[in-house]
């Protein structure tokens, strides 16, 4: 777990398929059935649409449909346009970030474009996500590598390091088959992509270089 940290994103397109995250499509559906906010995107977009390119402005969405028993972890977001330039930030109280951030990302992409008109999209600069809690499980390790090439890992956490490894070898033994479904589409595009010669690893079986969630590295803030 890592306790306050912001992932800025200078470039926010080309989302992997959700099913990259071993979901299915209707997924979207249930996250806009718990987390959207209909009157609040509403109030959002009618602000933006009504404001003129030349002037500086800022709105706001707040997530939670109520039909969730705990609170929700996506909490809001808040829109920046100035002339030219439009800058996007999301509030998570908390994510696991190596499986359901990935899904997560589908939602808010659709929150943004709905919430701001094309005009001001047409100027995105960057989406920085704010997360109070960051979970992250080794079992899907390959799915960060595979997304966000480079991703720092602590070689001094060596238990941790060591699992993180663990599950880059599964995915990458064609002999293992792994007993849960969503781990098991994970490996089986993870292997076509190393099959279609899109990934370069190091010699410690990281992938170094390949198609990444964003075409740009994110820079990951504590």
């Known amino acids: 777990m890592v306790p ?3 992932i800025r994103i200078k470039k926010w ?3 992997i398929p959700i099913e990259t995250f071993g979901y299915k499509s209707f997924r979207i559906n249930r ?3 718990n987390y959207l906010n209909e009157e609040s995107l509403h109030k959002c977009r009618q602000y933006m649409d009504a404001r003129k390119l030349d002037k500086p402005s800022t709105h706001g969405i707040i997530f939670g449909s109520g039909r969730k028993s705990t609170p929700p972890c ?6 920046y346009y100035r002339p030219g330039i439009l800058q996007a930030n999301f509030y998570l109280r908390a994510s696991e970030v190596t499986k359901t951030l990935g899904a997560d990302l589908h939602f808010l992409n659709y929150i943004l474009e709905t919430a701001v008109p094309s005009t001001m999209r047409n100027c995105l600069d960057s989406v920085v996500l704010h997360l109070d809690m960051a979970y992250a499980l080794a079992q899907w390790f390959s799915l ?3 997304i966000m090439p480079g991703y720092p890992l602590n070689t001094y956490e060596h238990r941790f390091h060591r699992m993180c490894m663990d599950s880059i070898g599964k995915a990458q033994d064609l002999s293992y088959e792994s007993k849960w479904k969503p781990e098991r589409r994970l490996h089986k595009r993870y292997r076509a992509m190393f099959k279609e010669g899109k990934f ?3 010699e410690e079986g990281r992938i170094v270089d390949g198609p990444s969630f964003f075409p740009l590295k994110a820079k990951y803030m504590s």
């Not at 996506?74 to 829109?79: H, K, Q």
């Open 31 to 33: 996250l806009r059935r």
């Open 13 to 15: 397109k080309n989302l």
């Open 4 to 6: 306050r940290i912001s």
């Open 200 to 202: 370069r690893t190091n």
């Open 144 to 146: 960060v590598d595979m």
């Open 74 to 79: 996506m909490v809001a977001g808040t829109f």
